[in-house]
């Protein structure tokens, strides 16, 4: 099982720019695909990206694709999220998540982070 956790939260205002890191831990030697999800007050938990193994292959969501970019440093077990042009709908808890292989599907992620705090004011 692999254990995740994000940092790199906090508040901003609209129209920064943030990175966001999660950490993987435990049985990093096996292959997952990684991904990003965000869930605001009131609201379900949505997909944001999805990266491969080795990162040859990516999904986003497509109102956010031109926004957000997904990462990962496998040798550092660490997966990215960065951010541009922040707007206040991007305040939300992120989450990273690790699956099997590549899915937007949130059932289908097996291992979760406690999640990072994203405020956007305007």
């Known amino acids: 099982q692999v254990s995740l956790v994000e940092s790199g939260g906090g508040l901003v205002q609209a129209g920064d720019s943030l990175r966001l890191s999660c950490a993987a831990s435990?049985?990093?030697?096996?292959?997952?695909?990684a991904g990003w999800f965000r869930q605001a007050p009131g609201k379900e938990r949505e997909f944001v990206a999805a990266?491969?193994?080795?990162?040859?292959?990516?999904s986003y969501a497509d109102s956010l694709k031109d926004r957000f970019t997904i990462s990962r440093d496998n040798d550092k077990n660490m997966l990215y999220l960065d951010v541009i042009n922040l707007k206040p709908d991007d305040t939300a808890v992120y989450y990273c998540a690790a699956a099997g292989q590549l899915t937007t599907t949130l059932e289908k992620y097996n291992a979760w982070g406690r999640g990072t705090q994203v405020s956007v004011s305007s």
């Open positions: 990266l491969s193994w080795r990162g040859g292959h990516t």
């Open positions: 435990g049985r990093t030697s096996n292959s997952y695909a």
